[in-house]
């Protein structure tokens, strides 16, 4: 005969204690695993607490309306045809909160633990520890039950070797489930572990959710944008003065880049299964770096319809908004391009992450001066010209090489020949 | 994650229908909700202690009683409920409560969260919330005032009756807070209902997630449990 003392489980985080408020079951009773045992509040948390074995309730120590600390044993449970007894659930349920650092590998330990009628179906069946690790576990905490073992026995006999356990619920359309990013829990002293925030999370997963969605290349050309530098210098302090905001180059990039964005409807889309959705909209999101560390892509809307002041304007708007937390959501949605201007930071090209369901991303270099080869009828002389780099990163699900280069080298063409 | 924006407002049904997707539906859901006027308690309270009984009675506010924890509260048609439902061995419930601060920041309100996850705009509170544990199955829903009548709050939360010393049965008793309506504290003025279509809009943009409505097979079984249950003055009234 072996007993299990049944303890009051950590229901969530930060809760350390529950009150008994109904016991579904009494001494004598006979159960099964995952049988409703009772019922626990908190101040907000009402929950049913299910039973991790089968046997026998041997003795209840907590009546109704007794308010239990978490770890504490509340009951007995005579397990029917144990041979195993359970000292090591002392360790599953009633462990003291484990240190944060560590949190990851004690609940690796936990996973690792086998009811009793888990390992006797198991060892009946010639199943080893090794192979249990296989199976994935649908019961309390992630545990095994009996009849994730018997499904994974009837698979080998059929010679079946994928270990699936059988969903016995209505099965709704869920997005796989991500790796977990914290599975390295190795870490040597002196280490900083930091908790993602919550944008810090989301950022994760969608540059994540992009690479797996859409096949990325990535292609380049150099742009000669002396032409308009000198727009630029010629304009800016007029512009400073008329408008209030300073004159930067980027205005001129996402004009240069709508314009191309109508000849190629491709880039200005998205797949959606089998089917290319060719927006009609032109909504240019932008890429602003946050003083926290995280990023956000603001949207200008109908930025074709824009001109160079009015998209001045709204990048300046936007960009301050982001930057003191302060953007609608409709200013951060509706995007169907996206541009990020790493350029700020000196760098010449990269490959940039495609903003989902967009499918393409022009990457913005650092203007430079350099030694360049010009043509002239009287021969070829090398000459200084301002040059920059467009990095376009594309879903090559919907646009081959032919667009996509097209593409960035007519964004090219516009900058290059730019005069207002 | 599938998102129903469900456009029922019987109190009952909504109540049923959160335990009916808790404990039919596999994976994880976002419900957003409303109810005609309505005060709520939670599962281990005392009703008669938490609402002013005459006061609904006479205003036909309908008294229900949820399966989460935590105190009482008034619905109305300027309230919102989020529901949301997953599987979770060890759910922290803060995340929730997190992600509806982002949803508040993108209206440009700057909310704080205490401990208990209620959520307040300049001390006034805004939001509360409570979970249930089924097994694996857990399920956290709040309230958000948004424009709510909060004269009808505060005169039906407030019981003269209080349970005797010598009971012995544990209730949960309901923390007061002075409340206010995030609608007036926003700079430009909104409808509730575009307020559901951004937050609803904003979860659609997150890869895996799709709109749910309520299919025939599913409302038929929601009633059933309402109609059994949550109706019922055996669980409303339950002493």
């Given at each position: 005969?072996?007993i299990?003392?049944?303890?009051?489980?950590?229901?969530?985080?930060?809760?350390?204690?529950?009150?008994?408020?109904?016991w579904?079951?009494?001494?004598?009773d006979?159960?099964?695993?995952d049988?409703?045992?009772?019922?626990?509040?908190?101040?907000k948390?009402?929950?049913?607490?299910?039973s991790?074995?089968?046997?026998?309730?041997?003795?209840?120590f907590?009546?109704?309306g007794?308010t239990?600390?978490?770890?504490t044993?509340?009951?007995?449970?005579?397990?029917?045809?144990g041979?195993?007894?359970?000292?090591?659930?002392?360790?599953?349920?009633?462990?003291?909160?484990?240190?944060?650092?560590?949190a990851?590998?004690?609940?690796?330990?936990?996973a690792?633990?086998?009811?009793?009628?888990?390992?006797?179906?198991?060892?009946?069946?010639?199943?080893?520890?090794?192979?249990?690790?296989?199976?994935?576990?649908?019961?309390?905490?992630g545990?095994?039950?009996?009849?994730?073992?018997s499904?994974?026995?009837?698979?080998?006999?059929?010679?079946?070797?994928?270990?699936?356990a059988?969903?016995?619920?209505?099965?709704?359309?869920?997005?796989?489930p991500l790796?977990?990013?914290?599975?390295?829990?190795e870490?040597?002293?002196?280490?900083?572990?930091?908790?993602?925030?919550?944008?810090?999370?989301?950022?994760?997963?969608?540059?994540?959710?992009?690479?797996?969605?859409?096949?990325?290349?990535?292609?380049?050309v150099e742009?000669d944008?002396?032409?308009?530098?000198?727009?630029?210098?010629?304009h800016?302090?007029?512009?400073?003065?008329?408008?209030?905001?300073?004159?930067n180059?980027?205005?001129?990039?996402?004009?240069a880049?709508?314009?191309?964005?109508?000849?190629?409807?491709?880039?200005?889309?998205?797949?959606?299964?089998?089917?290319?959705i060719?927006?009609?909209?032109?909504?240019?999101?932008?890429?602003?770096?946050?003083?926290?560390?995280?990023?956000i892509?603001p949207?200008?809307?109908?930025?074709?319809?824009?001109?160079?002041?009015?998209?001045?304007?709204s990048?300046?708007?936007?960009?301050?908004?982001?930057?003191?937390?302060?953007?609608?959501?409709?200013?951060?949605q509706?995007g169907?391009?996206?541009?990020?201007?790493?350029?700020t930071?000196?760098?010449?090209?990269g490959t940039?992450?495609?903003?989902?369901?967009?499918?393409?991303?022009?990457?913005?270099?650092?203007?430079?001066?350099k030694?360049?080869?010009?043509?002239t009828?009287?021969?070829?002389?090398?000459?200084i010209?301002?040059?920059m780099?467009?990095s376009l990163?594309?879903d090559?699900?919907?646009?081959?090489?032919?667009?996509?280069?097209?593409?960035?080298?007519?964004?090219?063409?516009?900058?290059?020949?730019?005069e207002? | 994650?599938?998102?129903?924006?469900?456009p029922?407002?019987?109190a009952?049904?909504?109540?049923?229908?959160?335990?009916?997707l808790?404990?039919h539906f596999?994976?994880?859901?976002?419900?957003?909700?409303?109810?005609?006027?309505?005060v709520?308690v939670?599962k281990?309270?005392?009703?008669?202690?938490?609402v002013?009984?005459?006061?609904?009675r006479?205003?036909h506010?309908?008294?229900?009683r949820?399966?989460?924890?935590?105190?009482?509260?008034y619905h109305?048609a300027?309230?919102?409920n989020?529901?949301?439902?997953?599987?979770?061995?060890?759910?922290?419930?803060?995340?929730?409560?997190?992600?509806?601060?982002?949803?508040?920041?993108?209206?440009?309100?700057q909310?704080?969260?205490?401990?208990?996850?209620s959520?307040?705009i300049?001390?006034?509170?805004?939001?509360?919330?409570?979970?249930?544990?089924?097994?694996?199955?857990?399920?956290?829903?709040?309230?958000?005032?948004?424009?709510?009548?909060?004269?009808?709050?505060?005169?039906?939360?407030?019981?003269?009756?209080?349970?005797?010393?010598t009971?012995?049965?544990?209730?949960?008793k309901?923390?007061?807070?002075?409340?206010?309506?995030?609608?007036?504290?926003?700079?430009?003025?909104?409808?509730?209902?575009?307020?559901k279509?951004?937050i609803?809009?904003?979860?659609?943009g997150?890869?895996?997630?799709?709109?749910?409505?309520?299919?025939?097979?599913?409302?038929?079984?929601?009633?059933?449990?309402?109609?059994?249950?949550?109706?019922?003055?055996n669980?409303n009234?339950?002493?």
């Amino acid at each position: 005969m072996s007993i299990f003392e049944l303890k009051m489980p950590k229901l969530a985080e930060s809760i350390t204690e529950g009150t008994i408020v109904r016991w579904s079951v009494k001494v004598g009773d006979t159960i099964v695993e995952d049988d409703i045992l009772f019922e626990v509040t908190t101040a907000k948390v009402n929950a049913e607490v299910p039973s991790p074995v089968a046997g026998t309730i041997q003795k209840i120590f907590f009546q109704e309306g007794e308010t239990v600390e978490v770890g504490t044993v509340v009951a007995l449970v005579d397990m029917e045809g144990g041979e195993h007894t359970v000292e090591a659930e002392s360790t599953v349920v009633a462990a003291p909160e484990p240190p944060k650092a560590v949190a990851a590998p004690a609940l690796k330990e936990e996973a690792k633990w086998y009811s009793p009628a888990v390992l006797h179906t198991a060892k009946e069946a010639g199943i080893s520890t090794a192979e249990l690790e296989t199976i994935a576990g649908t019961g309390y905490l992630g545990r095994l039950s009996k009849k994730d073992v018997s499904n994974f026995i009837s698979q080998k006999k059929n010679g079946g070797s994928a270990p699936v356990a059988a969903p016995s619920k209505k099965l709704l359309p869920v997005h796989p489930p991500l790796p977990n990013f914290s599975t390295s829990t190795e870490s040597a002293a002196g280490d900083v572990i930091v908790e993602m925030d919550p944008v810090a999370r989301i950022i994760a997963d969608r540059m994540l959710q992009s690479k797996q969605t859409s096949p990325h290349v990535t292609t380049v050309v150099e742009v000669d944008v002396t032409k308009l530098v000198y727009w630029r210098i010629r304009h800016k302090a007029e512009f400073l003065q008329q408008e209030g905001i300073g004159l930067n180059y980027l205005p001129a990039i996402v004009e240069a880049t709508t314009k191309a964005l109508k000849e190629f409807p491709k880039v200005n889309a998205s797949v959606e299964g089998t089917r290319f959705i060719l927006k009609k909209q032109i909504n240019v999101g932008i890429a602003v770096a946050l003083d926290d560390g995280n990023l956000i892509v603001p949207v200008i809307q109908n930025a074709d319809k824009l001109s160079i002041s009015g998209l001045a304007h709204s990048i300046d708007t936007l960009a301050n908004k982001a930057r003191s937390n302060k953007l609608k959501l409709e200013e951060i949605q509706g995007g169907t391009f996206t541009i990020t201007n790493f350029g700020t930071f000196r760098n010449l090209f990269g490959t940039p992450i495609i903003n989902q369901p967009e499918v393409a991303i022009l990457g913005v270099g650092y203007i430079e001066k350099k030694p360049s080869v010009i043509e002239t009828p009287e021969g070829d002389v090398i000459a200084i010209r301002h040059k920059m780099y467009l990095s376009l990163s594309y879903d090559h699900r919907i646009i081959n090489g032919a667009v996509g280069g097209a593409f960035v080298k007519r964004i090219a063409d516009y900058l290059e020949n730019w005069e207002k | 994650m599938v998102c129903i924006d469900n456009p029922y407002t019987d109190a009952y049904f909504n109540l049923a229908a959160e335990e009916y997707l808790l404990e039919h539906f596999s994976g994880d859901v976002f419900m957003l909700w409303q109810n005609e006027s309505s005060v709520i308690v939670g599962k281990n309270q005392n009703v008669q202690a938490e609402v002013n009984l005459d006061f609904a009675r006479e205003h036909h506010i309908k008294v229900a009683r949820r399966h989460t924890g935590g105190g009482a509260v008034y619905h109305d048609a300027g309230n919102l409920n989020l529901t949301f439902i997953e599987t979770d061995d060890r759910p922290d419930f803060g995340k929730y409560t997190k992600r509806i601060l982002t949803m508040l920041s993108v209206l440009g309100i700057q909310a704080q969260a205490d401990e208990r996850n209620s959520i307040y705009i300049d001390g006034l509170k805004i939001s509360g919330c409570a979970q249930f544990i089924r097994k694996n199955r857990i399920l956290f829903h709040a309230t958000l005032l948004f424009s709510s009548d909060l004269s009808n709050l505060n005169a039906t939360l407030n019981s003269l009756y209080t349970v005797p010393e010598t009971e012995t049965k544990h209730y949960v008793k309901s923390v007061k807070s002075p409340v206010t309506n995030i609608l007036d504290h926003l700079t430009e003025p909104l409808q509730l209902n575009d307020f559901k279509r951004m937050i609803l809009t904003d979860l659609l943009g997150n890869a895996g997630n799709s709109m749910y409505a309520f299919s025939r097979e599913d409302t038929t079984a929601i009633n059933r449990l309402k109609t059994e249950k949550y109706v019922t003055n055996n669980w409303n009234f339950q002493a």
